[in-house]
């Protein structure tokens, strides 16, 4: 679990820093020097934000599985809770993505249900963990 919020801690760092320095620098920095810090800033922190939601094979994912073997002392219990996270979360983003789409007519949910769909994907979710202590979906 420590491991796993590294990376998301590290994004979110990365993200509070692009901000900080566009807001303190923004009477000397050009306008697209500007518009990028504060996208690094934006993507870094939605990318940390996403990497969170509790479901296998996202960092996120690997809290939950191990927020559960803690709790029951059962690995096998918590690879199951953190696939089924994936695959929930992967429909939800799926479904939302193709409602955003359909309805709104944005292309931005096109990323959504790419998303939804690499966590519900089986192929994605049983290659979280292989070898031989693998538990399968």
Same mark, same amino acid.
């Given at each position: 679990?420590v491991? @796993?919020?590294?990376?998301?801690?590290?994004? @979110?760092a990365?993200?509070?820093t692009?901000?900080?320095? @566009?807001?303190?620098?923004?009477?000397?920095l050009?306008?697209?020097?500007?518009?990028?810090l504060? =996208?690094? &800033?934006? @993507?870094?922190?939605?990318w940390?934000?996403?990497v969170l939601?509790p479901?296998?094979p996202l +960092?996120? !994912?690997?809290? /939950?599985r191990? /927020?559960? =073997?803690?709790?029951?002392?059962?690995?096998?219990?918590g +690879?199951?809770?953190a696939?089924?996270? !994936?695959r929930?979360?992967?429909? /939800?983003?799926?479904s939302?993505?193709?409602a955003v789409?359909?309805?709104?007519?944005?292309?931005v &949910?096109?990323?959504? #249900?790419?998303?939804?769909?690499a966590?519900?994907? %089986?192929r994605t979710?049983t290659?979280?963990?292989t070898?031989? +202590? #693998?538990?399968? %979906?």
């Amino acid at each position: 679990a420590v491991i @796993a919020v590294a990376g998301p801690l590290a994004s @979110a760092a990365l993200g509070v820093t692009s901000w900080a320095v @566009a807001l303190v620098m923004a009477p000397l920095l050009s306008p697209t020097a500007l518009a990028a810090l504060l =996208w690094l &800033g934006t @993507a870094n922190l939605a990318w940390a934000v996403f990497v969170l939601l509790p479901g296998a094979p996202l +960092d996120g !994912g690997r809290i /939950l599985r191990a /927020l559960v =073997w803690s709790r029951t002392r059962d690995r096998h219990h918590g +690879d199951r809770t953190a696939r089924r996270g !994936g695959r929930a979360l992967g429909v /939800l983003l799926l479904s939302a993505g193709a409602a955003v789409v359909i309805l709104f007519g944005q292309f931005v &949910g096109v990323w959504f #249900a790419v998303a939804g769909w690499a966590l519900w994907a %089986p192929r994605t979710i049983t290659s979280a963990e292989t070898g031989p +202590d #693998a538990v399968p %979906p």
